[in-house]
């Protein structure tokens, strides 16, 4: 199985701070990666996908980047409701695994 | 717009089994993957498997061979899954995605005596 390292674990900033939460994968995945932020108590939302397509809907501050095996998530000016847990995906090859998650909150 | 309406709460005994169905609305059913993932208290996400409602065809995780199965009824536009000879370790919220784009609420599995 292909496994996800995600890193930080957990991560305080500010608002307005631009924060960037880092996977790698343990072999190439040619930018078959999402990110997903949760909320407390509620299903994960897709925010990115193929490494750096933006879903509908999503505000333009959160972006993905990466090749290969590194791939990074970064939210520019962070705002109160970016607090949340956010979780990198890859669908490369089966099975689709996930990282360990990043639990984000506010400075 | 696309809606996935998951089954409620399950508190089941060990070594039973358990259906949790997931309605699907505001898409062509038969035309998309439906995923269902797990995540245990306080852990992260596991995928379960998925099923192409349009032929039936699956895929699972080899981890969950033998402990989930996947169906799908085209007339009512449901998916379901199945768990079997339940433990304690299958205490956890599943959920259903349709594309990994849109997600159920999730369904509370407690497996307890």
């Not at chain 1, 932020?37 to 509908?56: F, R, V, W």
């Not at chain 2, 009824?73 to 784009?101: I, N, P, R």
Request: glycine share 10%.
């Amino acid at each position: 199985d292909i496994q996800m390292t995600q890193s930080p674990a957990s991560l305080s900033a500010s608002l307005g701070e631009t924060v960037t939460i880092e996977c790698r994968a343990s072999e190439d995945i040619y930018n078959g990666l999402a990110w997903y932020q949760q909320k407390p108590g509620k299903s994960p939302q897709l925010l990115i996908y193929n490494a750096n397509s933006l879903h509908t809907g999503v505000p333009s501050r959160f972006s993905g980047s990466g090749s290969g095996t590194q791939y990074s998530l970064k939210i520019n000016s962070l705002q109160s409701e970016d607090v949340a847990s956010y979780f990198c995906q890859q669908y490369y090859d089966y099975p689709y695994t996930f990282g360990a998650g990043t639990k984000l909150e506010l400075k | 717009q696309v809606q996935l309406q998951q089954s409620g709460t399950e508190l089941v005994k060990p070594a039973s089994s358990v259906k949790i169905s997931c309605k699907a609305s505001g898409y062509t059913f038969t035309s998309n993957y439906m995923h269902w993932i797990r995540q245990q208290p306080g852990n992260g996400l596991e995928w379960i498997g998925w099923i192409y409602p349009g032929n039936g065809n699956t895929k699972y995780n080899q981890k969950f061979d033998g402990k989930a199965t996947l169906t799908a009824d085209k007339s009512s536009s449901t998916a379901y899954m199945q768990l079997s000879s339940l433990t304690s370790e299958d205490s956890a919220v599943y959920f259903c995605a349709v594309g990994f784009a849109y997600w159920g609420q999730g369904t509370l599995v407690t497996v307890s005596s």
